[in-house]
């Protein structure tokens, strides 16, 4: 066990054998940090500024929404010029919109004003995911270190899911109540600008491609499939949170709800660091289904759960094939997407699991008072096996892709 145990750790540290590796990943790190620190930041902020729950809802699916529609565009103009030509004044014009927001939550300026600024403050928002990809495919494109190198971003995502909303809470319960985002601007700029700085590892643009519009990537048939099942697999990501603590209250255990969402987390995080350092022969659309099918599957056990002990031996079947399907789902979309729409591809992909978190949280919640909360995990199983159904629907597709790259 402990031999296995360093290989993987020296498989992953030889990531950073390539000059630039490591500026990118800290930079992309703190760059991450900007979009899970900055909903929680916004709730605080407008409430303890005497806004409704109702207000801070319709601010941050304003910001959601935006950033959804924006994010497919900024990626064309990426591929198109570059990483460094957009994201700088993308960055600034986001820094000077996140001001705004901040300066009209504290002067309590009316709801309509907050959705606008919101709005807008999405369209400009950096994410960091679509552009790190990018650099690690660009790097190890077509050797066994890609896979290691996307279980290490599968990695990344979880730590700062887990780490975003605990340094803000701790951030504005130790200072203020603006101070989640005063963070956000700290890490959005920092972070950000320092991932434009560093040109050597960013991919070469493409210039201007014959039918590179921004809804190319969704004319690919394999892709479509795909993003039909990550579209599921954010709703997996939207529900669960809703249903642990639904669950969870419902059976005395309200405080414990961040201890299980954590548990669900960390389960997936080693999952993928052990999924990335595997070598196997298996073709890359087999993979995919079966890392799909294990996911969905994994949820199931959840509908028996009956109180706090069951959950917390049904929680980590329920994370263990999260990474491993997400890992295996990034590689077929560098197998398959075109070397010049590499960053619109993965915004896309982005944008999906976006739009089905926003649907996946939205419909757990209204399942959870009909349905009664021994049945709150009904909404992420049922999101997993029709993410399942979406890659059997597509697996023609998928396969020919794969085959033919």
Same mark, same amino acid.
């Given at each position: 066990?402990?031999?296995?145990? $360093?290989?993987?750790?020296?498989?992953?540290?030889?990531?950073? !054998?390539?000059?630039?590796?490591?500026?990118?990943?800290?930079?992309?790190?703190?760059?991450?940090?900007?979009? *899970?620190?900055?909903?929680?930041?916004?709730?605080? %902020?407008?409430?303890?500024?005497?806004?409704?729950? =109702?207000?801070?809802?319709?601010?941050?699916?304003?910001?959601?929404?935006?950033?959804?529609?924006?994010?497919?565009?900024?990626?064309?103009?990426? !591929?198109?010029?570059?990483?460094?030509? +957009?994201?700088?004044?993308?960055?600034?014009?986001?820094?000077?919109?996140?001001?705004?927001?901040?300066?009209?939550?504290?002067?309590?300026?009316?709801?309509?004003?907050?959705?606008?600024?919101? @709005?807008?403050?999405?369209?400009?928002?950096?994410?960091?995911?679509?552009?790190?990809?990018? $650099?690690?495919?660009?790097?190890?494109?077509?050797?066994?270190?890609?896979?290691?190198?996307?279980?290490?971003?599968?990695?990344?995502? &979880?730590?700062?899911?887990?780490?975003?909303?605990?340094?803000?809470?701790?951030? +504005?319960?130790?200072?203020?109540?603006?101070?989640?985002?005063?963070?956000?601007?700290?890490? /959005?700029?920092?972070?950000?600008? %320092?991932?434009?700085?560093?040109?050597?590892?960013?991919?070469?643009?493409?210039?201007?491609?014959?039918?590179?519009?921004?809804?190319?990537?969704?004319?690919?048939?394999?892709?479509?499939?795909?993003?039909?099942?990550?579209?599921?697999?954010?709703?997996?990501?939207?529900?669960?949170?809703?249903?642990?603590?639904?669950?969870?209250?419902?059976?005395?255990?309200?405080?414990?709800?961040?201890?299980?969402?954590?548990?669900?987390?960390?389960? *997936?995080?080693?999952?993928?660091?052990?999924?990335?350092?595997?070598?196997?022969?298996?073709?890359?659309?087999?993979?995919?289904?079966?890392?799909?099918?294990?996911?969905?599957?994994?949820?199931?056990?959840?509908?028996?759960? $009956?109180?706090?002990?069951?959950?917390?031996?049904?929680?980590?079947?329920?994370?263990?094939?999260?990474?491993?399907?997400?890992?295996?789902?990034? &590689?077929?979309?560098?197998?398959?997407?075109?070397?010049?729409?590499?960053?619109?591809?993965?915004?896309?992909?982005?944008?999906?699991? /976006?739009?089905?978190?926003?649907?996946?949280?939205?419909?757990?919640?209204? @399942?959870? @008072?009909?349905?009664?909360? !021994?049945?709150?995990?009904?909404?992420?199983?049922?999101?997993?096996?029709?993410?399942?159904? =979406?890659?059997?629907?597509? *697996?023609?597709?998928?396969?020919?892709?794969?085959? !033919?790259?």
């Amino acid at each position: 066990m402990i031999h296995i145990g $360093r290989g993987v750790l020296r498989a992953y540290v030889s990531l950073f !054998d390539q000059r630039g590796t490591k500026e990118f990943a800290v930079a992309g790190f703190v760059s991450r940090l900007t979009s *899970s620190m900055v909903f929680v930041s916004l709730i605080l %902020a407008i409430t303890e500024r005497g806004g409704g729950y =109702a207000t801070a809802g319709a601010v941050i699916g304003a910001l959601t929404l935006a950033a959804g529609l924006a994010l497919p565009v900024l990626g064309g103009l990426i !591929d198109r010029y570059g990483q460094h030509r +957009v994201l700088v004044p993308q960055t600034l014009a986001f820094g000077v919109l996140m001001l705004l927001l901040t300066v009209a939550v504290e002067a309590r300026e009316p709801e309509w004003l907050l959705v606008v600024l919101a @709005a807008a403050a999405g369209v400009a928002m950096p994410v960091a995911g679509p552009l790190v990809r990018a $650099r690690w495919t660009r790097i190890y494109q077509g050797t066994d270190k890609l896979r290691i190198a996307y279980g290490f971003e599968s990695a990344t995502i &979880e730590t700062v899911e887990i780490a975003g909303p605990i340094l803000v809470t701790a951030l +504005v319960t130790g200072i203020g109540p603006l101070a989640g985002l005063a963070a956000v601007l700290t890490c /959005a700029l920092g972070g950000t600008l %320092a991932l434009a700085a560093q040109r050597g590892t960013e991919p070469e643009p493409a210039g201007r491609v014959a039918g590179g519009g921004v809804g190319n990537s969704l004319r690919i048939p394999a892709l479509q499939a795909l993003y039909a099942a990550r579209f599921c697999v954010g709703a997996v990501f939207g529900a669960m949170p809703v249903s642990l603590i639904a669950f969870a209250t419902a059976h005395h255990g309200r405080a414990f709800s961040g201890l299980f969402l954590g548990l669900y987390g960390v389960t *997936s995080l080693i999952a993928g660091l052990g999924y990335g350092a595997l070598t196997g022969q298996m073709p890359l659309h087999r993979r995919l289904v079966v890392s799909v099918a294990l996911f969905a599957a994994g949820g199931v056990p959840l509908l028996a759960a $009956r109180g706090l002990f069951s959950l917390i031996g049904l929680l980590p079947l329920a994370g263990v094939a999260m990474a491993p399907a997400t890992v295996t789902a990034m &590689e077929v979309m560098q197998r398959v997407a075109p070397p010049a729409l590499l960053t619109q591809t993965i915004s896309w992909d982005t944008t999906a699991i /976006a739009f089905g978190m926003t649907a996946g949280s939205f419909l757990a919640g209204a @399942a959870i @008072a009909p349905l009664g909360a !021994d049945y709150a995990f009904v909404v992420p199983v049922c999101a997993g096996l029709l993410g399942l159904i =979406a890659v059997l629907a597509g *697996s023609k597709p998928i396969r020919s892709a794969c085959v !033919d790259s």
